[in-house]
């Protein structure tokens, strides 16, 4: 759920780069926290890896490269438009990263893993992922590799937790009422954001 939080409150503020720019502190704090909830996601789902099992605490020490960032970034936003630019840059840079993780994670799962349930699992996230997720990694991780415009990279952004509800229901992860509070606080969230920006646009 908090994954989802994150992709909505990313999609919603790029508005805001666009026009207004009031929410730029917070989509330059979004990235760097969604990327790090996707390294968790990784560890965690569909099947929690080995090494997380033996050491609990990796799923917090993965989050503390992205607080990092986090402060280094908005520090960065009170100077010059080439220090913003680098410091989104490497926002971009670790994004890709932990999507990079996740998909090798998936993969990993999808070919090695004991459980039948989980290899299918697995698949059906993999291809969610790369459908969503691949576009922002070829036009921003692999820089000039190729063009994509910004609104069709947020709108294949959608399709991943919609994979994710399917995978949940099809396969009986969770019970249906996490899967309707999953789904719920995603479409809350972009609607909060995006009513926000709404009423600043319009005065």
């Keep these: 759920m908090l994954l989802c939080c994150g992709v909505a409150l990313i999609m919603a503020t790029t508005f805001d780069l666009w026009t207004t720019h009031y929410l730029v502190r917070l989509w330059s704090a979004a990235v760097p926290y969604t990327a790090a909830l996707i390294v968790v996601f990784a560890i965690l789902f569909p099947s929690e890896l080995d090494i997380a099992t033996r050491r609990p605490t990796i799923r917090v020490l993965v989050v503390i490269p992205a607080v990092l960032l986090g402060i280094w970034v908005q520090l960065q936003i009170i100077g010059s438009k080439t220090q913003i630019n680098e410091a989104w840059q490497f926002g971009y840079i670790y994004a890709g ?55 069709w990279v947020l709108m294949a952004f959608l399709f991943f937790p919609l994979v994710i509800a399917y995978s949940i229901v099809q396969y009986s992860v969770l019970d249906t009422g996490r899967v309707l509070s999953f789904s719920a606080t995603y479409g809350i969230m972009a609607m909060i954001v995006v009513g926000g920006y709404s009423l600043i646009v319009i005065g």
């Design 97 to 151: 990263l932990a999507l990079t993780f996740l998909l090798l994670t998936l993969a990993g799962r999808g070919l090695f893993s004991i459980s039948p349930a989980v290899r299918e699992q697995s698949r059906v996230v993999f291809g969610g992922a790369i459908f969503s997720f691949v576009p922002f990694l070829m036009s921003n991780l692999v820089l000039g590799l190729i063009n994509i415009d910004v609104s």
